[in-house]
């Protein structure tokens, strides 16, 4: 006899989705090679099309003993193996998508294409239908072995994590690369903040600045903001009162980068084309000048742990960029590196250290 089609997972409320539009034709051919999840030993299996049942539903085969079974939409696939990674998005194809209620990246499985950029999806985790937009939204094919990629090879990720160096991206890979600071393209200081966006804000009671995150764009130009101190309270900031905290990368963001090495089991990556950096790799002419000798910089980009410097070698050449950590600012402790510097300011640096094989500059101010 035949198994029942498997029942969806209870809904989870705090990712309800609301009922999109169902798919247009049929998702499946007879006989086509797919995966379906079998309930009892909660997994998915090779199986093949045997009828379109109508709705969505499908009577499938399975590879393993023949035994057929009916399986409902959100319960069935194309087969990972054979999905192609760099094709458009297809009804049937498991994909990761970002949800809107929630900036969270579900797994779920497509089925079918809404004609504006977006398509209507089944959530794995609840079984209930939504909507993905393919710009949010990646494949699920097998992961990439680091063997199998090449140095200048352009990939799609989404930003996995954030540190002071730089920030972890997954490409569909064994592991997650990362693109350190040098390898990040520059934030357009002259754009307006965003909702999500990290920023040091002056609290104007106190005339001090504080961290916060942008929480709304509002129509008179000014944002609200929630401060990290206490989270609850929203307060609103002109632009002139706020500056970037932090990268310009920031968590669930899908971002174009290139392999930019591969050593050791470890994969970097870079937002430049081709794998490069933003500064000259060449570092070499800094290479034995005096501890004490004086150079000019210009202050290109500010982080909460330091600036990054741009310097001409003294014996001439193309610049190069270097840090200057908060430790190296000044003496004494810094708090807020912004308050320190300001792009395009003139400074005055000596060379800390000379990092030659990985094409890095250490600065000093002191």
Same mark, same amino acid.
């Given at each position: ?103 969270? =990246? %579900? ?8 004609? /504006? +950029?977006?398509?209507?999806? &089944? *959530? #794995? @985790? $609840? !079984? ?80 001090? =600045? %504080? ?8 129509? /008179? +130009?000014?944002?609200?903001? &929630? *401060? #990290? @101190? $206490? !989270? ?135």
């Amino acid at each position: 006899a035949e198994a029942p089609a498997p029942a969806p997972a209870p809904k989870p409320a705090a990712k309800k989705k609301k009922k999109a539009a169902g798919s247009a034709g049929a998702i499946f051919e007879a006989d086509e090679a797919v995966e379906g999840y079998y309930d009892d030993d909660s997994d998915w299996f090779p199986a093949k099309v045997v009828k379109d049942l109508g709705g969505g539903k499908f009577k499938i085969a399975w590879d393993e003993d023949g035994e057929e079974y009916d399986l409902e939409p959100g319960y069935i696939r194309k087969k990972i193996s054979e999905v192609d990674k760099d094709g458009p998005f297809l009804p049937g194809e498991a994909v990761v998508a970002l949800c809107d209620d929630d900036d969270q =990246w %579900y797994n779920g499985i497509l089925q079918s294409d809404n004609g /504006d +950029g977006t398509f209507a999806l &089944i *959530w #794995d @985790e $609840d !079984g209930e239908e939504g909507t993905g937009k393919a710009d949010s939204m990646r494949k699920v094919v097998p992961k990439l072995e680091l063997e199998e990629m090449t140095v200048g090879q352009k990939m799609k990720g989404t930003v996995t994590g954030v540190r002071d160096f730089g920030a972890f991206v997954d490409v569909g890979a064994v592991r997650d690369g990362l693109v350190h600071v040098s390898k990040m393209l520059p934030r357009d200081e002259s754009a307006g903040f965003k909702k999500g966006d990290r920023v040091s804000a002056l609290y104007k009671e106190e005339e001090e =600045w %504080y961290t916060a995150t942008v929480d709304a764009v509002n129509k /008179d +130009g000014s944002y609200t903001i &929630i *401060w #990290d @101190e $206490d !989270g609850d309270e929203p307060y609103k900031s002109k632009k002139e009162e706020m500056k970037w905290d932090g990268f310009a990368l920031k968590v669930n963001d899908v971002v174009d980068v290139w392999v930019a090495r591969i050593d050791d089991g470890k994969l970097a990556l870079s937002q430049y084309e081709g794998g490069g950096g933003g500064r000259s790799k060449d570092v070499s002419a800094f290479e034995g000048m005096h501890p004490d000798e004086w150079i000019d910089g210009k202050i290109v980009s500010i982080m909460n742990f330091g600036f990054f410097v741009e310097v001409v070698p003294p014996s001439g050449g193309p610049p190069s960029q270097g840090l200057v950590h908060v430790s190296r600012m000044r003496d004494g402790f810094v708090e807020d590196a912004f308050s320190e510097g300001e792009v395009g300011q003139s400074v005055k640096v000596r060379v800390d250290n000379v990092d030659v094989a990985n094409g890095r500059l250490s600065l000093a101010m002191v």
